[in-house]
């Protein structure tokens, strides 16, 4: 009988060095023996873990900035600069108001008054039927004057100053890297109340 000859199909493990049947790891294309495949999974499988407990630090981490007391504290600041800027806005816009209220009331009030006054004395001189030219042209002029008076209350306007009245509040982010110019202005926010 013939003997066939069987090729060998033995290999060097990578980590004993010795000649024994091996299995490829696809992932770093290296020869382990069974025994050692199964320690070269073990290894693997520790690393694995070892990054699922550095994601999870990391998680813990990201989770403790997002609820950091000092972004609330910023937070808040934000929230009083609005307020104290609306606080400020709203007096202003009433100041307004009562100066337009008080103005006119008072400018109407004389009015009324001249008006009055020319009132009777043309009913004293219709009554005492004591009047000529002269008088006519007064109380003519006098009738002007009270037009003139009451077109006068639309001349007031308002005026916008450039002055600030809210001081300008910003949020800078600082970056360091390549885009750190892009992200400093993408999150940079200006804003100023005129």
């Known amino acids: 009988m013939t003997s066939v000859a069987i090729p060998s199909t033995k290999t060097h493990c990578v980590t004993c060095g010795k000649e024994k049947r091996a299995v490829r790891c696809e992932g770093c294309l290296q020869l382990f023996c069974y025994d050692h495949f199964l320690n070269h999974r073990e290894d693997l499988n520790k690393q694995l873990d070892d990054i699922e407990i550095n994601r999870d630090l990391f998680r813990q981490s990201l989770n403790e900035q997002t609820n950091h007391p000092q972004i609330h504290l910023l937070v808040?600041?934000?929230?009083?600069?609005?307020?104290?800027s609306i606080k400020k806005i709203q007096q202003t816009a009433s100041d307004c108001r009562q100066l337009i209220i008080q103005h006119t009331t008072k400018h109407v009030h004389e009015i009324e008054n001249n008006l009055t006054k020319m009132t009777?004395?043309?009913?004293d001189l219709r009554q005492e039927n004591d009047f000529n030219e002269y008088d006519l042209k007064q109380f003519h002029q006098k009738s002007k004057q009270l037009s003139e008076q009451l077109d006068q209350l639309s001349n007031i306007t308002i005026r916008e100053e450039s002055t600030q009245l809210i001081n300008k509040i910003s949020v800078a982010v600082a970056f360091s890297g390549k885009q750190e110019k892009e992200q400093r202005l993408l999150y940079q926010q200006n804003i100023l109340i005129r």
Do not use: T
């Open 120 to 123: 009777h004395q043309l009913r």
């Open 76 to 84: 808040k600041q934000i929230d009083q600069w609005e307020k104290d």
